[in-house]
C-alpha cells in the first residue's frame, strides 16, 4: 500500500494535482516492537509531499483533517499525506471535546503589483511575436474563462499543456495546440520574441536543453511561488500571484490600453502550424494495415471532442499528445512531469466519476496497460462505463526505437511483447 501512495503521491507532486492521500498504520502502542508491517510512512512521504503527519490523539482528527485540505488545496496545490495509527482509529471520543474547524483557508488570492502589471503590458506591447504557454497553474486557479477573454481582447496565441488545454480552444487561431505539438510550429513562423508563462514551470521543455522557448525572447513568469521564478534561465519579469488574480489584473489594464494587434503574427502561425499538422497527417492511410499509430490517436482525438481523453503510454502519449485538437479545458489527462506509465485506466475511472454525464476514453500502450490492467474490475464493480483503447504495437516502443537509433535493429533487447489480445 505504502508503495502505490508513494507512486501517486510523486506524480501528484510533480504535476501540482491537490491530493489528500488517508493512511492506516501499525498500533502507535506498538513502535519498536516487530509488529505486522512496521514501516513509518511519515519519513517516506516527506520528500514527495507538501506535508505528512501521524495522528496519535483522535480528538484531534478533525483539526489534521483541515490542514491537510488546506496545505493541498492552497498556494501551488500538491499532494498530501495523513497517516492513521490503527489504535488512533480504535479508540473512542466525546464529540464536545473535538474542534470542527470552519475557517480555515485564506479567502483571497496574492495579487500583482501595479508596477509588474503595466510592465508585463510594457513587454507585451513592444513584442511584435508574443505567445503564452499556459500551465497547470491556469487550470488549478480556475483561471480558463479568464485565459480566454485576454487572448481574445490581445490576440496573443496560447500553447497548453495538461488540463489547461482546450482553455483557448484549438480549433481556433489563438489555440496552438500542447507544448510538444503546437509550439513546433513557432520557429516555422519566425519564433516568439515575448513569452508569458502563466502558471507552468521552467522545465524540460520551456527552460532546460530541449526549451521550445527562445534564447532571445523577453520571459514573463507568473507562478505562486516565489522559488520557481528564473528556475532554469534568467526571465524579465517574474510575478509571485495567482493566475485568474494577475489574468483579472491583465485584462483591466488592456481594457483602459488595449495592445497592438499582431494579425500578421498569427496568420504566420496559422500557416505554420497547418505545416507541421500536414507532415504528421502525411501518417494517416485508411488502407495501411495495421495503421499507423498516429493515425489511430486522430482519429480517437476527434471523436472525443465533446468527451474526456485519457492518454498513457511512451509513444503512445506522445501520439496522442500531437493528435488531439483540444476544445475544453479540463478533459485531458496525461502522464504530467513525472512521465509514470500505467495512469491510463485509473485516471479513466476517476474522469468517469468525476464527470458522469460525459464519454471517457482511454488510449494507452500495450506495455502501459499491463500495469494497472486489473482495474478493469474496479470498473465493473463501480459500474464506471470506461472505453479502452490499446494501441498494440506489440512492444515497449519508445524504448525498442531509441535501441534502434542507437544500436540498429539488429540489436533490440527486452522491448518486444507479443500479439495479445486484449480485448478477449
Known sequence: LVVVQHSLELDAQRAQVPMVVIGGRYPAADDEM?????????????????????????NRIAEYVSDAFRHATTGRPGPVFLEVPADTLARKVEEENVRFPSAYKAEERPAPSTE????????????????????????????SEELREFCELTGIPVCANGMTRGAVPEDTALGLGGLLGGAQALPFAGGADAVVLMGGRLGM????????????????????????????????????????????????GVKAKPLPRRDEWLSRLQQAKAGVRSVLDANINEKKSPMHPYHL????????????????????????????????????????YLGCLGIGIPFGLAAALAHPNERVLVLTGDGSVGLNFSEFDTAVRHNLPVVVVVNNDQ???????????????????GTALPLTHYEK
Open 205 to 252: 521543455f520551456t527552460g532546460g536543453r530541449r526549451s521550445v522557448v527562445p534564447v532571445g525572447a523577453k520571459v514573463i513568469q507568473v507562478d505562486i511561488l516565489a522559488e520557481e521564478i528564473g528556475r532554469s534561465r534568467d526571465v524579465d519579469l517574474g510575478i509571485v500571484a495567482d493566475c485568474r488574480e494577475t489574468l483579472r489584473a491583465l485584462i483591466r
Open 395 to 413: 512492444a515497449w516502443g519508445m524504448c525498442k526505437h531509441e535501441q534502434e537509433l542507437r544500436f540498429g535493429k539488429e540489436r533490440v533487447i
Open 116 to 143: 509588474a502589471v503595466e510592465k508585463a503590458l510594457r513587454i507585451l506591447a513592444e513584442a511584435e511575436r508574443p505567445v503564452i504557454f499556459a500551465g497547470r497553474g491556469v487550470w488549478f486557479s480556475g483561471a
Open 34 to 58: 516487530m509488529p505486522l508491517q512496521e514501516l513509518h510512512g511519515v519519513p517516506l512521504m516527506q520528500s514527495i509531499t507538501k506535508w505528512s503527519r501521524s495522528i496519535r490523539d483522535p
Open 297 to 336: 490517436a486522430h482519429m480517437l482525438g476527434k471523436y472525443m471532442q465533446d468527451g474526456v481523453l485519457v492518454a498513457d503510454g511512451g509513444e503512445t502519449f506522445v501520439w496522442a499528445e500531437l493528435a488531439l485538437t483540444a476544445t475544453r479545458p479540463g478533459r485531458y489527462l496525461g502522464h504530467g
